[in-house]
């Protein structure tokens, strides 16, 4: 069976791959904009608390990281979950897949970095 020339561009251009998940996505165009943003997600491959995030990104305002992580969460691609008093933030699968494509597609243009 033939591939389609969707299926065929999909599997040799990351670049179109991502501009897929975006149109499915629309938050994400302005979230892998934005340095921070991408750096905040990066950091959520493994859970972290509130804490932590605090002390990985010192230089944002602790009411413009909240905000940081809510617009990720309406994104689908943070989570959180409390355990005992503190409160944790994970990437989920759909944040992890965004930043493949993302990275994919950054290493395409700008080479490994």
């Known amino acids: 069976m033939e591939r389609t020339e969707l299926e065929r561009t999909s599997v040799a251009d990351p670049y179109a791959e991502l501009m897929r998940f975006v149109e499915k996505h629309p938050l994400c165009y302005y979230i892998m904009r934005s340095a921070i943003f991408l750096q905040v997600l990066k950091s959520l491959i493994n859970a972290k608390s509130v804490v932590k995030l605090k002390i990985a990104f010192p230089y944002v305002e602790e009411s413009d990281l909240e905000q940081i992580l809510e617009v990720l969460i309406k994104a689908n691609l ?29 290493s395409k243009f700008l080479g490994a970095t």
Request: proline share 0%; charged share 35%; aromatic share 20%.
């Open 78 to 106: 943070v989570s959180r979950f409390r355990a005992g008093s503190k409160e944790f933030y994970y990437a989920t699968q759909l944040g992890k897949k965004f930043l493949e494509l993302y990275e994919k597609t950054k």
